[in-house]
């Protein structure tokens, strides 16, 4: 049985798919106007090792990833500066220039973090009619109303929203000032924001880069674009239907936009959009909130930059289950190096794989189909790595299968013995030698030569040992 924490239920439940021997999954992607940073990662991660983990209980997953590529996004209350905008003066490039450099850069995270490719990754730009049909039906139905600057989800006509979140967003507003504007309610939101052109104030001194927005498109109420949230119902059930298995995303998202995905497609649809809501725990920098202006914001290319593997980095979110913070230091993200290349470095020296070590395999898979449990898998898979009784090749082929999960590339090193370069078992002669000879300063600087070719001595009673860093 397989198992995970439902969002909405706060309870775990046994996953029961929609179709025997398939499960669909839709997860919130990037915004694209600027680089996704390792507490974005984080959240991609977990959504890799659950689409791994279906796929490792022999589930033909369908995996659906949005690209919101729509400009013009505002905040939870539908104000606030545009960030398509902002990133267009901030670049000098035109919104759908800054769109796609920022989803290949999206999409370069992925490759570094050897997170598999979702089956589709629709833009939001190109299902604007499927987006413009959802809000036509939910007018039909009267779920709308308009106001000067679009059309607005009444959400005093469905009695149940909030039930995602526990309370209403009023309720979680506390005594806090809320401009509603023309809202009836500050928990309604956005289905379709008029243009500048439509009758909204713009002005041209502040909008230098443009004298109207790039992303607008006609509708049946006018020109315009998109809330945020429509885009995600819409999509969904273009590609899964409704409802469907799985939606995942970050705890952020949890009191407005998944709280206004269900709203939407429990309107439109009559349905829940999906059975099983699954949410990523925050990543917090030395304890503390991770932002640009405190300087500790960092993408997987920084920690490329600064020398770490990035595998490491994904290594370091195994170690924590996705529903608890995780801590980002880079003591941490180097113990967690250390211990994946000191992994690499045992498997290389073991006999090709062939038979498996099915009492292992049976824990860990109680470990993965409990919530994703990857701490204890991983403690699983270290307990049989040194678990000596085994042969070598029974631990090899276990191993794999385990890699099928934690997607950490194991097959390049699983019985392939490392090549030491000739000139690198020089140094290391040369540097036995010196401490034969007691030469302690020249030991020192030929460790230091050896190591800065990618390579580590190790001083052991059978003799110095060079492996990978």
């Known amino acids: 049985m397989i198992s995970f924490f439902n969002t909405l239920t706060r309870q775990k439940e046994e996953f029961i798919p929609l179709h025997p021997g398939q499960a669909g999954v839709y997860g919130c992607g990037p915004t694209v106007y600027w680089f996704a940073h390792i507490g974005n990662m984080r959240r991609f991660l977990f959504e890799d090792v659950l689409v791994r983990s279906l796929a490792y209980n ?29 990133a267009m003066r901030r670049e000098g490039k035109t919104a759908y220039e800054i769109a796609e450099f920022y989803t290949q850069t999206f999409f370069q995270d992925l490759k570094w973090l050897n997170i598999i490719s979702a089956d589709v990754y629709p833009k939001a730009t190109e299902h604007i009619t499927e987006q413009i049909a959802m809000v036509r039906t939910l007018e039909a139905k009267g779920y709308t109303y308009h106001t000067s600057d679009g059309i607005y989800f009444d959400t005093s006509k469905l009695p149940e929203y909030g039930r995602l979140s526990g309370q209403k967003i009023e309720e979680k507003m506390g005594g806090a000032r809320v401009d509603m504007g023309e809202k009836k309610s500050v928990s309604d939101f956005a289905l379709w924001k008029f243009s500048y052109s439509n009758g909204r104030s713009f002005d041209p001194a502040q909008d230098d880069v443009v004298k109207q ?225 007691k030469k302690w300063e020249e030991s020192d600087r030929l460790r230091a030569e050896i190591e800065l070719s990618g390579f580590v001595v190790e001083d052991t009673t059978e003799g110095s040992k060079v492996r990978t860093q």
């Open 58 to 86: 022999s589930f033909q997953v369908k995996h659906i990833i949005n690209i919101t590529d729509v400009g013009h996004l505002v905040g939870d209350g539908d104000d606030g500066e545009d960030k398509m905008l902002t």
């Open 213 to 437: 927005r790039q992303m607008e498109w006609e509708s049946p109420w006018g020109d315009g674009f998109p809330g945020w949230h429509i885009e995600c119902s819409a999509m969904a059930k273009k590609y899964l239907g409704v409802p469907f298995d799985i939606h995942t995303g970050a705890i952020d998202l949890i009191p407005v936009h998944h709280e206004n995905e269900i709203a939407q497609t429990s309107g439109a649809d009559d349905v829940l959009e999906a059975n099983i809501w699954m949410h990523a725990e925050f990543l917090t920098v030395g304890g503390g909130k991770m932002s640009k202006s405190l300087g500790n914001l960092y993408t997987v290319e920084d920690l490329i930059q600064k020398g770490y593997d990035p595998l490491a980095y994904r290594y370091l979110v195994l170690q924590a289950h996705y529903r608890t913070k995780l801590d980002f230091t880079f003591e941490a993200l180097e113990a967690a190096q250390n211990a994946l290349h000191r992994l690499y470095n045992i498997v290389r020296e073991w006999d090709a794989p062939t038979v498996d070590c099915t009492k292992y395999e049976e824990r860990f898979l109680q470990a993965i189909n409990d919530d994703l449990n990857t701490s204890q898998a991983l403690a699983i898979m270290w307990e049989m790595v040194g678990d000596t009784t085994l042969p070598s090749s029974a631990r090899a082929q276990s191993l794999l299968l385990f890699d099928k999960v934690f997607g950490l590339q194991l097959e390049k090193y699983v019985g392939q013995p490392l090549e030491i370069p000739v000139e690198i078992q020089e140094l290391a002669k040369k540097r036995e030698q010196a401490r034969k000879e």
